[in-house]
């Protein structure tokens, strides 16, 4: 038997984990990381949150313990969040908390205190293929997947990592929470970015820390058609919140020029393309041939596509010394562009085989 950390994030995902691999006679002692010391009410660092996995972690009869890295969330999830809304792309700090806190700083902390492996309640599984390789592959529970937020992962993390619900659905993690009366059983999942309230949301997070500039808004032939009060806040794509009134053709944003301050609006049809810039390319062992199916959002849809290969380190594309490779996602049918700052993860089949972060369609 193991011994395992489990984060636990008072949600009722990882109360299972930690409930399935006590079953199973490992030595278990649950964790919550607290991360974000403002106000919240939408996400996992809540006081109440950090007491109902303390509660279950009683229940349990396991030991809990809270690491504070609340630093280290600043300098990596917060700050880039704020940053990558400023130079006018759109973060993904769900992924960044990932790659830098849940699986690099808890690592490190779990490699001090002598476990053997570290648990979370995520929807993914890991396959161990014939040639000795583990991959990230999704989740039995299709709509409740997130091998996306996990592409970051290397061969070192997968080989030292448990996601004990990735083999069940939803349905069953709810219903074994209820049989053994876990206080998480009925708790609602979290949506929305943890250090985000619901009261004024981005714009006043952002506004607190940084100039919020207004833009205007011109079609596709230039012309004056509104404006927006915050260039910051708009995204790629987005069709709310344009203020355009009565305009009965449905329109969206399909190009932000923040240095000029002007966000340009079209038809639904101007935002297609057939091929994307992906920057930062890793890979989860070794480089491989097409074609892929690539996801640019947590829940989308998968698209089958080609992968063309710029310059780039050599290898697998995670050099701690410099970025990943660059590349060009050839979409088999064109397909809407992505803001640039969202990952998009190439699978094969149900496996993650490598991913980086949208660029800047030309």
């Known amino acids: ?43 996992c660092c809540s006081v109440s949150d950090v007491d109902d996995a303390r509660r279950v972690a009683q229940q349990l009869d396991i030991d809990h313990h809270v690491f504070n890295f609340g630093d280290d969330f600043d300098r990596f999830v917060v700050d880039p969040y704020v ?65 996306y937020v996990l592409h970051m992962l290397d061969q070192a993390q997968l080989g030292r990592l448990s996601f004990p619900v990735g083999d069940i659905t939803k349905d069953e993690v709810r219903r074994l929470a209820t049989e053994l009366g876990l206080r998480t059983a009925d ?12 009261d004024g949301g981005r714009r006043v997070f952002l506004g607190d820390r940084i100039p919020l500039q207004p833009a205007t808004l011109v079609d596709t032939a230039g012309r004056t058609v509104g404006a927006v009060d915050s260039i910051e806040l708009v995204t790629l794509g987005q069709r709310k919140g344009l203020n355009l009134g009565g305009d009965a053709d449905r329109r969206y944003v399909v190009d932000i020029d923040r240095p000029a301050g002007r966000v340009t609006v079209g038809r639904q049809a101007d935002l297609l ?25 947590a829940h989308g849809q998968p698209q089958p596509a080609s992968l063309e290969v710029g310059q780039g380190p050599a290898g697998d594309g995670r050099s701690p010394d410099g970025p990943g490779q660059q590349a060009i996602v050839r979409w088999d049918r064109p397909q809407r562009r992505v803001a640039p700052g969202q990952s998009m993860v190439l699978y094969r089949g149900d496996d993650v085989v490598g991913g980086g972060t949208a660029g800047v369609a030309r």
């Open 187 to 198: 708790k609602p999942d979290s949506q929305d970015v943890c250090f985000i309230h619901s």
């Open 273 to 297: 393309v057939d091929h994307q810039p992906i920057d930062d390319l890793a890979w989860t062992h070794r480089p491989l041939p097409g074609p892929f199916l690539v996801q640019c959002s």
């Open 1 to 43: 038997m193991a011994d395992i950390l489990v984060a636990m994030s008072g949600g009722v995902d990882s109360s299972a984990a930690a409930a399935l691999l006590v079953s199973q006679g490992h030595n278990v002692v649950g964790v919550t990381l607290k991360l974000w010391g403002g106000e919240s009410d939408s996400g």
């Open 83 to 147: 940053a990558d809304h400023q130079r006018g792309r759109t973060p993904n700090p769900c992924v960044e908390c990932n790659r830098h806190i849940k699986f690099d700083k808890l690592f490190r902390r779990a490699d001090v205190l002598g476990f053997d492996l570290i648990a979370t309640g995520h929807h993914a599984r890991i396959n161990l293929g014939p040639d000795g390789i583990r991959r990230i592959a999704r989740g039995a529970d299709r709509a409740k997947d997130q091998s």
